[in-house]
Every structure is written in C-alpha cells, then in structure tokens.
C-alpha cells in the first residue's frame, strides 16, 4: 500500500515537474533586475511612444551628452510650465491671475462677514459671561495684526492645496535633481552653487529616493487599463548586477506566469509582482505562446530599462505578515543538480548533513526557501531546498524500494530452504525495518551557556582513536577547570576506594529501579557487576561549575541528548591507515593491518550513523594539535553562542 502510494506520488510529481517547470528569469550570475513603477499615462495607446521616449534617452546617454540644456529636458520644461507648482509660476498672465483672483475667497471680506454674525449672536444672548465671551473674540478679529495673519493663512492654504494633489507629479525626482545638477555644472553664480550643493546633500538625496520609492508604487496602482478584455497593469525594470529579479517562470498552456517571488530579490522587495502573474509583453515583443527557455534568452539579450505588461494575478493575495525565521540543522546531503523533482535548478541550494539553514519561507510547503548559515552575504537569493515532510516522503519511498529489494534477495538466498525457515528469515528482515526514524533537519537555537553552569563535553571515537588520551590529558592539565562524573556500581567497594569519589556504591536493585527510570546515561555488566554513568553526576559537575568530561559510546548519545544537560559533541576521528600507525607506534603499539582497517572502518560507521550528534568533529593527525583544537573548541562554549535543539530550550 505504501509502495503503491509514493509511486503515485512521484508519478505526480514527474508530471509536474514536466507541465510546470519553473525558470529562473534572472539569476545572481546573470544580469539584475530592479523593479520599479513605472512613469507613464495609464493609456495603453501612449505605451509605444513612451518605449521610444525610453529608447531615445537611451541613446543620448550612451553618446555622452551630460550637459542637459533646461529647455532639452522634456520634464523640467513640462513642470516649469506646470501651473500647480507655485503661486510664483513665471507661465501666469494677467487673464490667469484675474481669474485666479475672481475665484480665490477675499480674507477681509470673510473676517468682516463673521464680525457681523458675532453681532447678532451677542444680541440673542442674555447670559452676561457669554456675552462678555463674544466681546472678546469680536476685539481679536478687528486687530489689524490677526487680519494679516488670516489672509497669508489663506494664501498657504490655497497653495498648498494646489501643490498636494491626489496623484504624485513624477515618480523620478532623482533624475530631475541628476538634470539640474548637470544644468549647474559650469554655473559660477551664488545661487547655481548653493541649489548644487543643497541637490548633493546625502540627506537630500536619500529623501528623492524614498520618494520615488512611494510615488512609484502609488502611480502603479493607478496604472491599469483594459487589454484584450484584461486588467493589466505596467512595470518598469531596471537591469543591474547588484541586486537580482530573484523569480522564476512557468508555462501554463500558451501563457508565461511568475510562478515564485524569491525572498531577498527585486521583485519581492518592491511587492510589484506576484505569483500568478501573467507576463504578456516585454518592451513591446509579446510574450504569449513562448518557452520559458525562450523567455530566459529574451532577458539575457535585454539591457537596461525595461516595460512588463502583466495580467494581475487572480488569486486572493493573503494578508500581509512577517514570516519568522526557522533555522534548522539538515541530517542529510543535498544536491540540485542530482534532483529531478526541483522546481528550479538555477535556484536549487545545495548543502551538507550538519549545516545550518536559515528558511525564511515556508509557503510553498514541498521547497523552502533557505539560506546557508554564514552565507548570507554571499548568496543574493534565497535558495530552494526540500520541505521537510517531502523529504520524509521521498527518504520513505526510498527504504521502501531497498528493503524490497533485500526482501526480494532473501527469498531467493532462502529459496531452497523450507517454508518455515523462509517465513522466519523473510519476518526476521521486516521487523529491522524502521520507518519512524527518518531524520531530515532539526529546529535550532543559539545558546550561550551561563558562566556558572559549563556544558558537558562528549568525545567520542573508535578504540586507539585517541579521544580517551585527550581527557586524560585535560584532567592532568586543569584538575580545578574539568572532571568526570562519578560512576555507580553493584561490586563491594575495595580497601583504597571511597564511596562517592571513586564510585557510587548501590545495591543491584536500586541500580536496576535507577536503569528502568532512565536515570543512566550509560550502563553495562562486567564480571557479573553493573557499571554506569547517571544524569545526576554529571548534574553534580555542572552545578560545581566545572567541566564535565565523558568518553561515550554512540549509542549512548540518544539518551544523552533527551536528558536536559546541554551536551557539546565532539568526534575524535582517527587519521589515515599509516599515520595511525605510527602514532600507535609511538605509545608502544603494533596494531595488525586488519586491525587498522577496523579503527577506520568504525570511524566510518559512527560517522554515517550518529554524524548528525555531533556539533565538532577533530581528525587526530597529531596528539599536539588535536589538544589545542580541543582546547579551543571548549573555550568558544564562554564567547560563542551555540546553535542547540530548540527543544532543548522550551
């Protein structure tokens, strides 16, 4: 039944990843896109002549004419004959003013009104105060200096309700303040150089860019207009190498859609294109019945500005939150370039078993978006990596396969066997299936551990690995810094022993009641006695405010791990097959060949089965440099902070 299932499910997933197949538009090692609004009439019959407008600026600019004489900007002439951009306007005739003056309300002629009605309103009132009240402001009004204040009230209020209009004038203040600083560059007059020096002001500067920032989207929103029956909407481009587009395209039968907005983009910063979005021209050539590969090259050949014609997406836009970061440790290796159910290649993050991933999106639940602990400078775009419940699905469908695979290769070990022994062989082989235990990331925190209460450290490593010499070494060296737990024991203490620093001395009851509640980190028989290692010992290190030290088998880690403790992990790897040798050699010891290859071969193992534990790993090429890596590692538990299992700080 499961097989069946996840057949079907790749079966889909191949079919989508065939039909909807996604392209990355503009890559980080590709040319950028910003996304700006764009500055045009909302009439799509105006679209061509302002491409061309585009095209012509375009090539002025390329043959270096820099200096921009007043009258030549099409803009600065357009907003000087503006008669909304002031009182002063120089465009104003005498008609104009006349007229401006017939409609524009007379100050005196309104205070001189509302005296009068204060008047009668004193008349009608028979109460003194209120009456004595009225007097007051009647005496207000006829002083000659509030007259004076009214009427250039009066004017501020007509003139800046003719400078604040609904609409943005331009949506590229920017570029007009480029154009009159060029206009300036050889004017030697006071007031050329104070209006320069004002234009070139960071402050300035950066207020020219919010607002066309702002302006820009409000202009957006109002430019739609009928296509083909559609609402579509206009929005410029501008190519760069800084900051890329960051989405990709899919085709859905003849039309090209924004099938992503990737975090960290243009497109996502800006909030002007969204998923679902169909792309119909791009300055011009229609996009329509098109590849996506065809689409890519389009933008590849494009420089400079450029004008999508986009259908909005029909899809109701959820409200807009902040997404919280989850960082999470990943316990497997991934590739792109080897996975075929990848949306997008170009976009795919590839990463190792043990970093740590910043996914910043989880909207599409099948492919984060994620980026790599520490390269995030580096790396422009987030990345697309496996969700995880698909992931899990995949790695299920996969045991799936193998232990068919195996089961099929039993019966057919076993077919000359009797029925019986198939059937226990082939039950055997079932039960060591386990498909609970599919390990695809882990939720991380940072923690800084407090300086009264240190972290255990593990080391862990094959026999002759070397990680029983490095504890032995730290305890010599700082017996005040390090110390080992205390372990418990069934046998009778000898004479030189004292119960509670050698060991702890228990019955085999209260050992066995301790074992079954989980107290023991570690535990084992020898010579028909108990030994093991309890949480509460290590606890007794902890609260002393030192180091505790443990050298651990791997499948004690678990237990470790579940307990509240805060291990730091540290595998000891054995060095090449010769070196090991001649390290062994050197302590007196002449290991067999095989037995090298045995050291190695279990470093291997743990290595592969218990690799995800483990938060440093030191290869023990020489003891020397082993214990300063060691030593260094142990010091950066009191100035780093660590990234540990969340759950760990709940």
Partial sequence: MITSHMNGYVQEASMQAKSHRERA???????????????????????????????????????????????????????????????????????????KDACSPDPVGEL????????????????????????????????????????????????????????????????????????????????????????????LQALMQVHDS???????????TQYLGETVKLVRLEKTRDTPLGATVRNDMDSVVVSRVVKGGAAERSGLLSEGDEILEINGISIRGKHINEVHDLLQQMQGTLTFLLIPSSQIKPAAHRQTV?????????????????????????FQKGDILHVISQDDSNWWQAYRDGDEDNQPLAGLVPGKSFQQQRETLKKTITDKSREQQVKVWYGKKN???????????????????????????????PATRKRPVALIGPTNSGHDELR???????????????????RGPRIHERNGRDYHFVSRAAFETDLAAGKFIESGEYEKNLYGSSTDSVRHIINSGRICLLCLHTRSLRVLRSSNLKPYVIFIAPPSQERLRTLLATEGKTPKPEELKEVIEKAREMEHGFGHFFDATIVNLDPDQAFHELRRLIDKLDTEPQWVPTSWLC
């Fill in 472 to 490: 032995r070494r730290l305890l010599s060296i700082e017996p005040e810094k390090f110390a080992v737990a205390v372990p418990h024991t069934t």
């Fill in 25 to 99: 538009v503009d890559c980080p090692g590709d040319e950028s896109c910003l996304v700006k609004a764009p500055h045009c009439s909302a009439q799509m019959e105006r679209i061509q002549h302002y491409q061309e407008e585009l095209r012509k600026r375009r090539e002025e600019e390329s043959r270096g004419k820099h200096d921009i004489d007043p009258n030549a900007s099409l803009r600065l002439k357009k907003l000087s004959q503006n008669p909304k951009v002031g009182i002063d306007n120089p465009t104003f005739d005498g008609k104009e003013k006349a007229n």
């Fill in 112 to 203: 001189d009104e509302m005296l009068q009605t204060l008047k009668w309103v004193q008349h009608c009132l028979t109460d003194a105060q209120s009456q004595q009240d009225v007097e007051l402001i009647m005496q207000i009004l006829a002083k000659e200096d509030f007259k004076n204040a009214y009427t250039i009230y009066n004017a501020v209020s007509q003139q800046m309700s003719r400078v604040n209009p609904t609409s943005p004038l331009t949506a590229q203040a920017q570029d007009l303040c480029l154009e009159v600083q060029n206009i300036l560059q050889s004017s030697q007059q006071k007031e050329g150089l104070e209006l320069r020096a004002l234009l070139t002001n960071p402050h």
């Fill in 419 to 449: 029925k019986k022994q198939r059937k226990k062989s082939i039950s055997t082989f079932s039960k060591s299936s386990d498909y609970d235990d599919i390990l695809t990331y882990e939720e991380m925190s940072l923690y800084h551990q």
């Fill in 326 to 350: 989850m960082h999470v440790r990943a316990y497997f290796d991934y590739d792109p370039s080897d996975d075929p159910f990848v949306p997008c290649r170009e976009l795919g993050l590839s």
């Fill in 214 to 224: 702002v302006a820009g989207q409000e202009v957006e929103e109002e430019n739609v």
